[in-house]
């Protein structure tokens, strides 16, 4: 008999575990279904389990549950506690909830492949990382549950066949990449774009526009803006009578770097950037050291203009491929179409500004990137192209040198510099438009990833001998078709660099500066002076124009022979002209004492 209690006892306990396994399994299970389908949702891209399915099985779930609860009595159960099955319970429906809210997955199309995805901001995070931020409006359909982030070097477009994929991330309609920016190795980021990928049918398929990074200036050293200034009043110096600047009043002073005087082959100054070692001419460098240094003790902001002279020869990864022969061009277009030509212009770009931001050789505050650059045949060469292949290869190189000379130093402004040719160029073999390469260039930045470039407008009268400018001419009108803007029309530029697909990343207007503009004597010292006058007074009211920089303030022998324009406030012969005390007083109290001769030669007041 007591065996056989044992055993009923044995027996019924076994039941009450039996019975609790049962329910609890039953819950359980039901949970396992949804997360089950929310596993092919979640693997498979939304491709095997509809929303629809996955609610059916929810549904199931929790009906399984309820009905095994309802259906055992027993009180032996009533030991198991109800929050655990109502939390499993619940966590499934949580599951299936956030499964709901899930974006729809998207079929792509030949039309809508290419920019799927958007890269919202590729910026630099922590001084050391490169965040990406995408989004889409849905989940594209592809083999797998992940997009891929290729890299791109400046030359490249599109992913090649045998590049592989830098990172890889779960696909959702708002998630982001973070990788290493490995600045200054020879695997640097700095200068690569970055593109957003899925596979499709075994290959990779790009499904977003690629984007450069848009804050350089976040990994920077330094941070130099300049210093304050009373006014926008410059001048390009003359080396000589560099102490006449503080009598002047000077502000700012532009400078021109040619490659060919700093850079040597070896020895000198050797600086490792990118995995590669540059030589720099040390006695060059060092009178630049000097020059600026001595410029900015007069409260002298300087921008430099780097210019490519480069011998083919000695430095023939400098100069764009299509630019290394037939022309009798003094400088041409610089080279970002290989790897060489990228490090050579990046470690330039970086020795330049490293040196002249805080470092005790000097300080620059502006860098302009080559001169005049609508104008191939003169003044920025390259073999004839249409417009938008000539602009493609010198934007490259800017971005290259933008992001160079901002990573060294975060408040260094970068200019892109046009001559006052607006809509004139009509010769098909010649130059080019400045609104053409403006706009052009304005765009393809936008489209890579905005950035804060400036404006460097050459507004010369046209021809460059008339000095008389005001006079009606059908070359200079105040429509945004102008032939050429002066400083009759400069209201035609800057109210065009207001536009909304023109300001920079925070929606302001761009820098614009006019870095060379400048009245011949040739006519009469009288007319030059009066031109000069007219011309800073508008500037002055404009309201938009950071800085004029005049040419020049000493005559060039060169420029008198070869073009007949005297641009000097003095003479080859130091002789003060009459300029030289309009343009000393001009942002004084003593303005009108100085310039009111010029009503009558301007035949108004202004």
Known sequence: MKNSSNRRMRTGKKAQRNRKIVIVTAAVSGVLIVLLAGMLIWLFGGNSVTEQEAGTLEEEAQEASVAEQVSDNDKDAEDINPDTIDSIVKGGVSVTEALK????????????????????????????????????????KSDDK????????????????????IAKIYKSDDTSFKIDLKKGTAESRLFSKFQVAVKL???????????????????????????PHRSIKGILPDPLRIGDLQDLGCQYATYNIPLSHILVSSGGIPYTYGGVTYHFNSQIMTNYDTLFTRLNHMGIDVAAIILNNASTSAFPEITHPSARSGSTAPYYMFNATDESGVKALAAIGSFLANRYSGSGHGNVSMWIIANEVNARKEYNYMSHVDVGTYTAAYTRAFRVFYNAIKGENAQAKVYIPLDQRWTYNTDKTGDYDAKDVLDLFASSIREYGNIDWGLASHPYSFPNGNTAFWNASKYVTHSVSTPCITMENIEVLTNYMTQESMRDTSGNV?????????????????????????????MEKNGYIDALMLSRQTDAGDEIAALGLALGLQTTGGQHKQIYDVFKYIDTDRRNDVISFAYDVVGKTF
């Open 201 to 227: 049918n075994e290959q990779y398929v790009g499904i977003s526009h690629a984007k450069y990074i848009s804050n350089p200036g976040a990994c920077a050293g330094y941070s130099f803006g300049g210093v």
């Open 101 to 140: 809210k899930r974006p729809e997955t998207v079929e792509m199309t030949p039309e809508n492949t290419a920019e799927f995805a958007n890269i919202e901001s590729c910026q630099i995070v922590d001084s050391s990382k490169i965040e990406l931020i995408v989004k889409s409006e849905g989940i594209p």
């Open 146 to 165: 992940y997009y891929y982030l290729f890299e791109e070097a400046t030359y490249e477009d599109g992913i090649s066949e045998t590049r592989e994929p």
């Open 510 to 538: 761009r820098s614009i500066i006019l870095s060379e503009v400048g009245y011949s004597s040739t006519s009469g010292e009288a007319l030059q002076a009066a031109a000069f006058a007219y011309a800073y007074v508008k």
